[in-house]
């Protein structure tokens, strides 16, 4: 009877113990769902301007630590993606730090869209930064050592910077091999660094330098007050989106044509539109939603293309194209 019960006891623990592995062991993965298309007048007020008919929405997707059992549904699954943890997070960032940041890139992204919006319809509108922050550095990337989180970028091959999306295109426009000359502020001292050019790492056509900058202090002045409340939603994709109903509100014309129109792209300062990742999880919440319209960045065209069975895909680089698009249509 004794051992009967020890057995049991040791069945009762293993099975326990093999539930506790499948379910939160880390198999150094992150596993991406599909999210939700969400309403954006919902999440940006303009004083003064009420909303107008027809609807645009964001796109979200869920990202989450692959267990063994999400890393296997990942794999049997057609909606999901899974990714290197490596690959999207720092080394020496956990995941606290990383939504962390990727919240940072939310809220530049609003200010973004707010400045471009306005500035696309002749308001007057004033906009500053301390310089270009380094967020952080891949240990794996050619500036580590060289950068340091916490330095603050100014200027690059003698041009001085004040923008994330500077830095960004600056090295972009370099070629893998070459070297950039970077100018920084490392705690009050002026420094000169040469850092040869690397290549991403999920995209390694790219040139890079394995560093994640945001704005340091970016401040935005604006004649009319915007709102834009995102919760927990992060990253920088939502920025066309929240241009469009800016832009919609403060004009007296509605460009929806009484369309659902769903949509993704970062936003850049000239008003272009820059690429985004979890594209095909994005087109699934897009379609669920029942959106009539999908307007996605051209770098994410095919993919967007290959995945959308009901919705009309738009490819689009820049504010303009979209609005002639809906214009003309």
């Known amino acids: 009877m004794k051992n009967y019960k020890l057995k049991k006891i040791s069945l009762a623990i293993l099975i326990i113990s093999l539930v506790v592995f499948l379910f939160l062991a880390d198999t150094g993965y992150l596993v991406v ?8 007048e919902e999440l940006v007020e303009v004083q003064g301007y009420p909303y107008q008919e ?30 290197k943890r490596e690959t999207v997070i720092p080394p020496d960032m956990d995941l606290e730090e990383y939504y962390e940041l990727s919240k940072e890139m939310m809220a530049n992204s609003q200010i973004k869209a707010k400045y471009v919006a306005l500035k696309y319809l002749n308001y007057d509108v004033e906009i500053t930064s301390e310089g270009v922050l380094v967020e952080g550095v891949l240990q794996t990337g050619t ?9 603050i970028i100014l200027a690059i091959d003698g041009e001085e910077v004040y923008f994330d999306e500077q830095v960004v295109r600056k090295i972009r426009n370099k070629k893998i091999g070459e070297s950039v000359t970077i100018k920084i502020n490392r705690n009050g001292e002026l420094l000169e660094i040469d850092v040869p050019v690397g290549s991403n790492q999920s995209s390694p056509e790219i040139p890079a330098l394995g560093i994640w900058v945001r704005n340091k202090k970016l401040r935005l002045d604006t004649p009319i007050d915007i709102e834009i409340n995102t919760g927990k939603i992060g990253g920088p994709s939502a920025g066309i989106m929240f241009v469009l109903e800016i832009y919609n509100r403060l004009t007296t014309e509605d460009i929806t044509g009484g369309l659902n129109i769903a949509g993704t792209g970062e936003i850049r300062w000239d008003g272009t539109i820059g690429p985004i990742g979890g594209m095909k999880q994005k087109v699934f919440a897009a379609e669920k939603k029942g959106a009539d319209l999908l307007f996605c960045p051209v770098e994410n065209y095919p993919e967007a293309k290959r995945y959308a069975k009901k919705i009309e895909v738009v490819a689009v680089s820049s504010l303009d194209e979209v609005l002639n698009y809906l214009k003309n249509r």
């Open 143 to 151: 500036a580590y050592p060289l950068l340091q989180e916490g330095d």
């Open 33 to 40: 769902f599909p999210g939700s298309a969400i309403l954006v």
């Open 54 to 83: 027809g609807n645009f929405y964001l796109l979200t997707v869920s990202q989450l630590k692959a267990s063994p059992v999400l890393f296997l549904y990942g794999i049997l699954s057609s909606k999901t993606d899974l990714y």
